[in-house]
């Protein structure tokens, strides 16, 4: 599609700026509460989708009303959660009637006690075509509120829901920008899995960019930290070297986590296959005693990140 052939019923974007405005109201008068931590890298395979179940499954268990949004047409999350043969399940259609509609996020129901879901799925690719041509008529605008207005469509959305949850996270597609600037647009926190491999690193410095182009229209938004995956836990100089290096890629703008993940692929698949996390297939009677222990050695890993990604949050609330 060229800029000549512009469909002439795109969203009308009023209604996104004027969120836009409360947004920025509430954040001077401090009233703006960072809930909403968007997990993002420019690279697929990093551990990403796991990341945003199984974090959304512990801190839900714990009590905290959380939404779990996934803007990736993979639709990851259902096989994570088990869901995906469920109601839940709905290809993205939720989804994109609310982004193209703008109307709320509302979720399709719960994957687990206070875990509600928007699942993501082939139908976003509406979504991102109607993201491309916001942006490429906006290019054409003189206006620059014009010009960044159009990564504000998800922002709007949430705003009218984000009250109604403690904590909401994007699962943000990684090959798709228009998505992941939406995503930075309507986000408080910033939160980075990553591998070693040069590849994972790129694709981090890559959100990197896009962190700062979204602060154009989102100053408050901050990075979290990178949480690093698929490393061998015996392997503690290789842990630092790798955390070291994460370090210098982003000049000291956020945190390396402590808490790595480590790559067991046996209890991942199984995990996935049984749409389970590991915290809850640690305690599952009908799991293979052989690869008992790497669940329980895995869901460790991933109660203790839970825990230090809350903390790490905590102390940036109390520093704003």
């Known amino acids: ?53 199984t974090l959304c499954a512990a801190w839900s268990s714990a009590g905290l009303r959380t939404l779990l949004i996934e803007m990736d047409e993979q639709g990851n999350n ?21 982004i193209l509609d703008g109307k709320p996020l509302t979720p399709t ?41 159009w990564m504000g469509m998800y922002a709007a959305a949430l705003d009218a829901v984000r009250d109604q949850y403690d904590v909401i996270v994007l699962d943000v597609a990684p090959g798709s920008e228009p998505l992941q600037l939406q995503a930075l647009t309507a986000g408080d926190l910033v939160l980075i899995p990553s591998k070693s491999d040069p590849s994972s690193r790129k694709g981090l410095r890559t959100v990197a960019r896009r962190f700062g182009l979204a602060r154009g229209l989102n100053p408050g938004l901050r990075l979290l930290g990178v949480v690093v995956f698929a490393s061998n836990v015996s392997a503690t100089k290789v842990q630092s070297n790798i955390k070291d290096q994460l370090t210098r890629d982003l000049q000291g703008a956020a945190p390396v986590f402590e808490q790595t993940i480590r790559h067991v692929e046996s209890a991942a698949v199984a995990c996935r296959t049984a749409g389970k996390t590991p915290q809850e297939l640690r305690s599952s009677k009908d799991i293979d005693t052989s690869l008992r222990r790497s669940v329980r050695a895995l869901a460790g890993d991933y109660q203790s990140l839970a825990i230090e990604i809350m903390q790490a949050k905590a102390a940036l609330d109390q520093d704003s």
């Open 109 to 149: 129901g719960q994957a687990r006690p206070n875990l509600y879901v928007v699942p993501g799925g082939e139908v976003l690719e509406e979504i991102v075509e109607e993201l491309y041509c916001q942006r490429r008529l906006a290019a054409r605008s003189g206006d620059p509120a014009d010009q960044l207005a």
């Open 1 to 53: 599609m060229t800029t000549s052939t512009l469909p002439l019923d795109l969203v009308d974007l009023t209604e996104v700026k004027k969120a836009l405005r409360r947004r920025a109201q509430r954040m001077a008068e401090g009233l703006h509460e960072a809930k909403v931590i968007v997990v993002s890298n420019g690279k697929g395979g990093v551990g990403k989708s796991s990341l945003s179940a």
């Open 78 to 98: 259902g096989e994570d959660l088990g869901f995906n043969a469920s109601a839940l399940s709905d290809n993205g259609e939720a989804q994109a009637a609310a």
